[in-house]
C-alpha cells in the first residue's frame, strides 16, 4: 500500500453577529489581543416543511494589528465576516478541572456594517464594508503553503 501524505488543512469562514461587545487587552509582553463570539444563524425546512432556525455560537479570538482593528470598530450586533483556522487551547478552571475550548482564530475579519447610524450620518455613502488581515502568521508557512496562496 501507497504511502499517502494527508493534506494539511485548517480553514473556516463563518458569518454572524457579535452576542456582545468584544474583551480587547494586551499579554504581558505587550501584544494586543481581542476576544468576542458571534451567533452564526442557519434556516431549513423540517421534515413538515416548516422553517426552523438554527444558532451556532463561536468565538473568536484575534492577534496584533487585527486585534488593534476590531478594538474601537465592533461592538455587540455588528455583522462580521471570519475568515481563519481553529485553534484549541486548554486551560484550568478555579475549581482545578482541566477545560478545552475549541475557537476560530481569526486571519481577517470584514466588518459588514454601516459606519454609524443616525440623523447626523450621511445615508447616501456606501456601505462601510472595510477587511482587515492578520499577516502575522505568514512567517510560519512552508514555501509550498505560500505559494498556494498567492494570487494568481
Known amino acids: 500500500m501507497a504511502d499517502y501524505k494527508m493534506p494539511e488543512l485548517n480553514a473556516v469562514v463563518i458569518a454572524g453577529n457579535l452576542t456582545k461587545d468584544p474583551i480587547f487587552r494586551q499579554t504581558n509582553s505587550g501584544t494586543p489581543v481581542v476576544n468576542f463570539s458571534i451567533a452564526s444563524n442557519r434556516r431549513f425546512k423540517d421534515k ?10 463561536v468565538g473568536i479570538v484575534a492577534w496584533n494589528r487585527l486585534a488593534e482593528s476590531c478594538k474601537d470598530r465592533l461592538k455587540k450586533g ?15 478552571t478555579e475549581d482545578g478541572t482541566n477545560r478545552t475550548i475549541v475557537e476560530i482564530k481569526a486571519r481577517r475579519i470584514q466588518f459588514l456594517n454601516k459606519r454609524g447610524s443616525g440623523p447626523d450620518v450621511d445615508t447616501e455613502k456606501e456601505d462601510d464594508i472595510t477587511s482587515f488581515t492578520d499577516d502575522s502568521f505568514d ?3 512552508s514555501p509550498e503553503d505560500s505559494d498556494l496562496l498567492k494570487d494568481k
Open 48 to 57: 413538515n416543511d416548516e422553517w426552523k432556525e438554527d444558532v451556532c455560537y
Open 78 to 92: 455588528n455583522a462580521v465576516l471570519v475568515d481563519g483556522e481553529l485553534q484549541s487551547r486548554t486551560f484550568k
Open 139 to 141: 512567517s510560519l508557512l
